[in-house]
């Protein structure tokens, strides 16, 4: 991760140190996969119940993964161009949801033992989202998947008012379409309403990287340190 990276963290740490601290002397623990994000994390999107429901309703893994994709969506979905892209706080937040996003993503599959306590079944979802994919890119006759941007507009480009949920059953682990859900309803937000998606986005990822600090299997860090990892 790079110094700026760091310094951003450190920065947004120290300011919400008194609310992190008050939820650690709170009597009711949150457990590590359900109800975890923090308060804070919930005030940010407070109000946008369409945003809401992908952090409260869901499991760690789950909502790390969704929001992930999502991530990944609106990243490549924004042009250059675009009417916020000269502010360099927009800017700022866009880069830093984006590498957040991807050291979680690291984490939760290439390390899992790092995060055993929070990453529940997120093989089986990457899995079955995979999947998903694959078959969703052959479908629409997409040849080349590394084609990130091509990929990217033809999952967005997909009709999703019908509840993913819904169409897949029980059985799938996909979160494809959830994630897809998600960044329209960021688009959507910015659009009409001048909220800040990337603002948003670094928000939700500073939470999912306090909550897995707070979490993570303390020797299996200490492995890690010890091979400079």
Not at 140 to 153: C, F, H, P, Q
Request: proline share 2%.
């Amino acid at each position: 991760l790079t110094a700026k990276l760091w310094s951003f963290v450190f920065s947004e740490l120290q300011d919400k140190s008194e609310i992190l601290e008050s939820l650690e002397n709170t009597t009711t623990k949150p457990s590590a996969r359900r109800d975890w994000a923090s308060s804070h994390t919930q005030i940010q999107i407070a109000g946008h119940e369409m945003l809401l429901r992908y952090i409260t309703d869901v499991d760690y893994e789950h909502s790390l993964l969704i929001w992930h994709i999502a991530t990944e969506l609106c990243y490549q979905e924004e042009d250059s161009t675009k009417e916020n892209s000269d502010k360099p706080e927009y800017q700022t937040n866009r880069n830093i949801s984006k590498m957040l996003s991807d050291y979680m993503m690291y984490l939760l599959i290439m390390q899992p033992k790092l995060m055993s306590e929070v990453a529940g079944i997120g093989k089986i979802r990457f899995r079955d989202t995979l999947a998903e994919a694959d078959r969703f890119f052959e479908k629409m006759g997409i040849e080349n998947s590394r084609d990130v941007k091509l990929a990217s507009k033809m999952i967005l480009s997909v009709d999703t008012s019908i509840e993913p949920r819904d169409v897949k059953g029980n059985h799938s682990k996909s979160v494809l379409f959830e994630a897809s859900s998600l960044a329209e309803e960021l688009e959507r937000l910015e659009k009409n309403f001048g909220k800040d998606k990337w603002k948003t986005l670094s928000n939700v990822w500073l939470g999912f990287l306090f909550h897995a600090a707070s979490h993570c299997d303390g020797t299996t860090r200490m492995e890690l340190l010890s091979k400079a990892g």
